[in-house]
């Protein structure tokens, strides 16, 4: 059984910076896809970073030069270093994994970016 734990998250001043972290159990950490998400209130979910198995990484527009995703396999987590935050940037962070055609959710971490 796939688990994905986020923590990191919090109250921060436009500016400033956050890392999120996701520890992961149950599946072959290393091989998979990983990724970042977040849903802002009243908005859809969207997927705001991955990293591949062999450390290729993917941004969307809005946060690319800003934040940064790593991953480390030995420890099977995933973090996100995020950067010059802004009050859009606020939303739920879920940490996810794309195994065979199925995408695995954590249950998320708050950020809030005050401006």
């Known amino acids: 059984q796939v688990q994905l734990v986020e923590s990191g998250g919090g109250l921060v001043q436009a500016g400033g910076s956050l890392r999120l972290s996701c520890v992961t159990s149950g599946s072959t950490f290393s091989i998979y896809v990983v990724g970042w998400s977040r849903q802002a209130p009243g908005q859809q979910r969207e997927l705001v970073a991955s990293?591949?198995?062999?450390?290729?990484?993917s941004y969307v527009n809005s946060v690319k030069g800003r934040f940064t995703i790593s991953r480390d396999n030995t420890q099977n987590t995933l973090y996100l270093q995020m950067d010059y935050l802004k009050p859009e940037d606020t939303a739920v962070y879920y940490c996810?994994?794309?195994?065979?055609?199925?995408?695995?959710w954590g249950k998320g971490t708050l950020v809030t970016v005050s401006s």
């Open positions: 990293v591949s198995g062999d450390g290729s990484t």
């Open positions: 996810n994994l794309f195994r065979s055609g199925t995408t695995y």
